[in-house]
């Protein structure tokens, strides 16, 4: 089965597909800065967030348009960074729409609270071990519920049919 996109239904009842989207996104959002001060003990502005967002989504992108070692797929093991691609200052100011100069001041904020690193070419990462917390697959855990509503509630729209494939 596959999920498809009901142009037509999805514009006739656009206002709530929009309520929808956007409910979505807060909660999203909430979710990964909640994380993050679970993690380091600080609350997060969304800049920050963003800024770890896109750091994680860079490096790691790659990962989806390949196939991984099983042992790799989950994050209960920790995965080789040389495997990264590799992240900068610049890369992650066009990821967020932010100067670099603001995405600079924010990544130092984010070393101190030790979530990032910069590696000795000056490249950034995750800190080491970050993402294999408990905290972490939790939060994956409760971001599929809300996608999982938010289909749920697309598919009553009507907005998002399922088809057998």
């Not at 800065?33 to 860079?58: F, H, N």
């Not at 790691?60 to 042992?71: G, I, M, Q, V």
Request: charged share 25%; aromatic share 4%; hydrophobic share 45%.
């Amino acid at each position: 089965m596959v999920v498809v996109v009901d142009a037509q239904a999805a514009e006739e009842k656009s206002r709530l597909v929009l309520v929808s989207f956007t409910t979505l996104s807060m909660r999203l959002m909430e979710n990964w800065r909640q994380l993050i001060s679970d993690v380091s003990g600080q609350m997060p502005d969304y800049e920050k967030t963003m800024i770890l967002g896109a750091i994680i989504t860079i490096g790691a992108e790659k990962l989806t348009r390949t196939e991984l070692e099983p042992h790799f797929q989950s994050l209960s093991d920790p995965f080789p960074v040389d495997r990264l691609t590799k992240c900068n200052v610049a890369s992650v100011a066009a990821a967020v729409g932010l100067n670099s100069e603001t995405v600079r001041r924010k990544i130092r904020e984010l070393i101190d609270m030790k979530l990032v690193v910069k590696e000795p070419g000056g490249s950034l990462q995750i800190a080491p071990n970050i993402l294999e917390l408990r905290a972490v697959r939790d939060t994956l855990q409760a971001q599929l519920e809300l996608l999982r509503r938010t289909a749920n509630q697309l598919v009553k729209l009507h907005g998002l049919r399922i088809v057998r494939s």
